[in-house]
């Protein structure tokens, strides 16, 4: 895709076997990747104990652009459904372009 300068996603998406003790650094990774990226971000963590009894307790949740939790799915095993409105994010981006601070780059 060619550079336009624009951001070339709204929506990331992390799935994840993070260990019920640093639930706390979950939580607030999942925050700073939506503020440094100005982006939703959707984080998919799973529930329940490993084969090495490392025990896994969810906090799938959903962060906006401004970093604000949208959906906390908590401990529970669940299915959530929830829409997102793309046209505040554009709003944000455009009030506040940090992302022409980015430097291009090509993995190769």
């Known amino acids: 895709m060619p550079d336009t300068g624009e951001p070339e996603y709204d929506l990331l ?5 993070w260990p019920a003790p640093r639930v ?6 999942l925050q ?3 503020l440094e990226n100005q982006a ?4 998919v963590n799973r529930i329940g104990t490993d084969g090495e009894e490392i025990s896994y307790n969810g906090h799938s949740q959903l962060i906006d ?3 604000a939790v949208v959906m906390n ?5 669940n299915t959530h459904i ?10 944000f981006r455009q009030k506040f372009p940090a ?10």
């Open 40 to 43: 939703f971000v959707a984080g």
């Open 13 to 17: 998406i992390y799935l994840a076997n």
């Open 32 to 34: 700073a990747r939506a």
């Open 73 to 77: 799915s908590g401990e529970e095993a």
């Open 82 to 91: 929830v829409e997102i409105d793309k046209q505040p994010l554009l709003d």
């Open 99 to 108: 992302y022409l601070d980015a430097d291009p780059y090509e993995i190769q």
């Open 24 to 29: 706390t650094v979950w939580n607030t990774l």
């Open 65 to 67: 652009y401004k970093g």
